[in-house]
Every structure is written in structure tokens, then in C-alpha cells.
């Protein structure tokens, strides 16, 4: 299945040609058992094996839950922010290009994300007080308007706009990329000393990945819901829940960070 996130897989495998055996002589398949089986009702998704819609909203709370909870040990040792931050990274990584979801790795994921997500909310409460708070109402905001959006069918991907995303994310990477180099190595942060006209250049920037993350949630949608539909295996939903909680993560850093250039140019 195509996504901006490494989120659903196709896990259906050929079925090999057996012979059709003799039931003729079967009591099994009497006129009367066929009639009752006929008029049962139909197996349901738990049943069958299949993912439900239950299936990512359990998986993704649980995975949610695990970064919630570690990000209030980052809360408290913000330390652990940087530590977090490259675990969360390799193994997002590892994540993205498993072939099958992994529910341990994914769990781990989770709990990285969220000693990283601690530490970084604590420093950027510190500078901006309620900066955090504003943070996450901005993220539920995007993504319940998102999901609102794409249920009455406002949001939709296209073949044409998803390859603009595509490069806009690679373009996105790459700046992100370079700025870890001129932040580390010179001190130079180009979201925060470049300017555009006098607009911080990281505000502009911003706009634009909370951008991306939008057309990320309704990727999301899309992949979670044509799995649903052609009745892929319940383990995808491991998948599910890592793309949205990957987008959820990305969307609330890149609101933390705008709010900051917003508040840092007020004072």
C-alpha cells in the first residue's frame, strides 16, 4: 500500500491449487448443516483475522500510551532527551523498512520518542511557559480536523500531489539535515538566525511541515482504510499505529517550534 508513513502492508500471500475432495458421503455437508451455515451470521474481522478500524484504535492507543509515559521520565531528566532522540531515530528507521511490523520494535520506538519528547517540551516550557500546553491542543486540533475532514471527504490524496509531497519531504529532510550540521558544527541555527524580510526562516519552514503532516494524516487514513477493506491481517494494525504515531510526533515538534519563533518574536 503507497503512504507518505511506512504504514500498511500488503501481507496477502499466493494460495497454492489442492484438489477438491469427496463430500458427497460427508454428514458435515447434509442439506440441513448447509442451510444452518448459510443462515449464520457472517465471521466478523475478529474471527477471520483480519484488521478492524478497533484493531488500530487499541494498537495506537497502546503505542501512544508508551510515549506518554516515558515522556514524563523525559519531563523529569531531560537528559535523556538526546539519547531518546537517536534511539527513536534508528529505530524508526528500522521500523520504517521491516517488512513485517514488529510490535516489540515499535513499542521500543514509542517509549524512545517519548523520553525525547519529554526532554525537549521541558526545555522549550523553560524558555516559553504554556508553550506546551498550546502544543498539544495545536496537534489534536490538526489531527481530529484532519480525520473530520477526511470522513466527510473534504481531503483526499492524488497521484500528482502525493509525488509533490514526496520531494517536498525529501526537500524537508535534507534542510533538517543540514541545519543538525551548521547547528552542531557552527552554531549557526537556520530556523531561528536566517531570516526572510525579518521573519525568522524556521517560521516559514514550519508552516510548511505541518503542511506535509496534514497530507501525512490523510495518507494515513487512506492506507488504514483501504486495509480495512480488502481485509488485510490483523498485524498490520502494528503498522497503523506506528504511522500515525509518527506523524502525531512530528506534527506536535514542529508546532512546539513554531509557537517558539511566534512567542520569541513577541517579546
Known sequence: MAGGNPLLRDFNKKNGTATTPDISHDPRYSPENLENLYNAPAAGPDRTGRMSYDDVVMRTSLVLGCVIVTAVVGWVAPVLALPGAIVGLVLGLVNAFKREPSPLLITLYALAQGLFLGGISRMFEGAYPGIVVQAVIGTLAVFVSVLVLYKVGVLRSSP???????VALLAYALFALVNLGTSLLGGYNMRYD????????GLFVGAIAILLAVYSFVLDFENISDGVKRGIPKKAAWSAAFGLTVTLIWAY???LRVLSIIRSMSD
Open 160 to 166: 500528482r500531489v502525493t509525488k509533490f509531497f514526496m
Open 194 to 201: 536566517a531570516t526572510i524580510f525579518g521573519i525568522p526562516l
Open 253 to 255: 515538534v514542529e508546532i
